[in-house]
């Protein structure tokens, strides 16, 4: 989450997502982790949930209990999600389905997957993000046919994102469903992984982690398939166009829909990473592990925060509020006005700042979270 806030920042400093330089590119790149992180692991706990808290015959009540956290998600995204990123009302010009949109779906999908015995439902996760790609080379012939229909807008909820005309809105998806329930269901999945011994678990979370980087780079390598983008095919060479080295095109995944060299690229590390950090002790892993307690409550209160931030950033460096900073972040907006753009520092420094005022709202509520048996804070 502290590292996803990275990218929160830079959308308001004006830099690109990614490129064209290596420092620009590495602090999108990073943040890339996040929302795989996020969504497979909210698989996992769904299913340590179910089978800690609800006992061995709890499906109907984790069913319930995923069925309106996912609802609460949805809402979220569209209401208060949607402003703290704009600062606008402006609904009737731009909406948004954002990482907790997609999350939100994922929940409904698995209330009714974990009625399924577990292999078909890490089966089922697996083959949806190992097989999604097929359909990169049809993609422009699929998005052909579909123009005009009526009925258009459904795969592009699904899995091809992208704005969307509803009349009254403009609907962006920049989070489709569709890979990203696969990512969930796969987590889910995992959950028996982590319920397995320190030692076991470490043995096969290296042993998943290190098949799935393996994999990652023979896959991108000879681009042999898993992502529509091939890093050996330089788009605009021929032109004269500037070229990103090597290394930043082959990193450079596509992350909406979330590819399978995207997803192995992100998911392989962080399985490695799973048993290290067991193991992590100290003053800055404390501090995290406060974040860790309360993930949603640090979401919902970064994004404004964060934006409120880049109003005084504007007002110290410009003498006003730029009116650029209420347009329709953090995708469809225009770019931003001369003189605006924040150097790399600067970005990085409102992150830190961000992040320590942060500390103290977190640990206040993981503290109440920990003393109180509330049921509806388990929704924040």
């Not at 990073?30 to 949930?49: E, R």
């Not at 042999?224 to 032109?239: E, S």
């Not at 949603?296 to 007002?315: E, Q, R």
Request: proline share 8%; net charge positive; charged share 10%.
């Amino acid at each position: 989450m502290v590292v996803m806030a990275i990218d929160h920042v830079r959308v308001y400093s004006g830099q690109p997502a990614g490129g064209p330089t290596p420092g620009i590119f590495f602090t999108r790149w990073v943040t890339n982790y996040s929302a795989p992180i996020f969504v497979f692991l909210a698989g996992t706990g769904a299913y340590l949930y179910g089978t800690k808290m609800l006992g061995s015959n709890g499906r109907p009540a984790l069913a319930r209990w995923l069925l309106t956290r996912g609802a609460w998600l949805i809402l979220l995204e569209l209401t208060v999600l949607r402003f703290a990123w704009t600062f606008n009302f402006d609904y009737a010009h731009f909406t948004m389905a954002g990482v907790l949109w997609t999350i939100g779906w994922g929940m409904i999908a698995l209330a009714g997957l974990i009625y399924l015995p577990l292999p078909v439902i890490l089966g089922f996760g697996l083959v949806i993000v190992a097989g999604h790609n097929l359909i990169d080379p049809h993609v422009h012939d699929i998005l052909g046919a579909l123009e005009g229909n009526p009925w258009a807008w459904l795969p592009q909820i699904l899995y091809f994102g992208g704005p969307i005309d509803l009349h009254w809105t403009t609907f962006f998806v920049l989070y489709s469903i569709i890979p990203w329930v696969g990512v969930m269901a796969a987590g889910y999945g995992f959950g028996l992984v982590m319920r397995s011994s320190a030692e076991q678990r470490a043995r096969m979370c290296y042993a998943l982690g290190a098949g799935a980087i393996a994999l990652f780079l023979i896959l991108r390598g000879f681009d042999l398939y898993g992502d529509p983008r091939p890093w050996h095919t330089v788009p605009g060479a021929a032109a004269g166009h500037v070229v990103a080295p090597a290394a930043l095109r082959f990193l450079n995944t596509t992350k909406y829909p979330a590819s399978l060299l995207f997803l192995l690229m992100t998911l392989g590390p962080a399985l490695v990473a799973i048993p290290l950090l067991e193991h992590a002790r100290g003053p800055v892993a404390r501090v995290l592990t406060v974040f860790g307690r309360v993930p949603f409550f640090f979401y919902i209160l970064h994004i404004p925060l964060i934006h409120l931030v880049a109003l005084g950033v504007s007002v110290i460096r410009l003498g006003q509020v730029s009116p650029w900073l209420f347009a329709d972040h953090p995708v469809m907006v225009p770019p931003a006005p001369d003189g605006y753009r924040w150097s790399l520092p600067l970005l990085y420094l409102v992150w830190v700042l961000v992040t320590v005022a942060l500390y103290f709202p977190c640990r206040w509520y993981a503290d109440l979270k920990a003393r109180s048996n509330n049921p509806w804070l388990r929704y924040v």
